[in-house]
T-cell receptor, first 117, second 116 residues
């Protein structure tokens, strides 16, 4: 069975601080996808990134960066110079890559990030 | 460009009532799914479909029925609502893996359901 663990329930930072959200996953599959979604206070789910299990390169998108390490089954998300607009709940998710599973995500319980002035 | 549309946005039911949560997508996606979101539990998969006429159970299917008669629509039915079904429900869609780069799930904006 797949499992995603986000051990940090809630994080509070002051604006401009860097913050890392942890994600640890479990799967028996050799091929899989990892995702991060953002859920702002308005409630919608916003896609941030997808990473497949064969690509361990770190990725940077503006102030966002992701560190994928298969050796530790982790896919951590860092926000550099956080802003108030980054306040949201962030979900890490895991999907098997085989046929029929593109719509089946296993989500972590989420990390609520509060950025204050 | 509507994407994934869920109706209604809010619903209050009494125990034992039935209702259907509607979900429609206009992206010609093969894959659709329903999730429920509860405090402290993230999102959990209820049912999913890999194409018209094909559905399967997810992690928490009990109390819910689905059907997929068209590519566009994937309604979720509660036959006899229970307070335990109070939750926020999200519908999602994605193209099948063989149609190119595996796209992320596109989520609707959710339906907040309260069962009293």
């Amino acid at each position: 069975a797949q499992k995603v663990t986000q051990a940090q329930t809630e994080i509070s930072v002051v604006e401009k601080e860097d913050v890392t959200l942890d994600c640890v996953y479990e799967t028996r599959d050799t091929t899989y996808y990892l995702f991060w979604y953002k859920q702002p206070p308005s409630g919608e789910l916003v896609f941030l990134i997808r990473r497949n299990s064969f690509d361990e390169q770190n990725e940077i998108s503006g102030r966002y960066s992701w560190n994928f390490q298969k050796s530790t089954s982790s896919f951590n998300f860092t926000i550099t110079a956080s802003q108030v607009v980054d306040s949201a709940v962030y979900f890490c998710a895991l999907s098997e890559a085989g046929t029929g599973t593109a719509s089946k995500l296993t989500f972590g319980t989420g990390t609520r990030l509060q950025v204050t002035l | 460009n509507a994407g994934v549309t869920q109706t209604p946005k809010f619903q209050v039911l009494k125990t034992g009532q039935s209702m259907t949560l509607q979900c429609a997508q206009d992206m010609n996606h093969e894959y659709m799914s329903w999730y429920r979101q509860d405090p402290g539990m993230g999102l959990r998969l209820i049912h999913y479909s890999v194409g018209a006429g094909i559905t399967d159970q997810g992690e928490v299917p009990n109390g819910y029925n689905v059907s997929r008669s068209t590519t566009e629509d994937f309604p979720l039915r509660l036959l006899s609502a229970a307070p335990s079904q109070t939750s926020v429900y999200f519908c999602a869609s994605s193209p099948s893996p063989g149609t190119g780069p595996n796209s992320p799930l596109h989520f609707g904006n959710g339906t907040r359901l309260t069962v009293t």
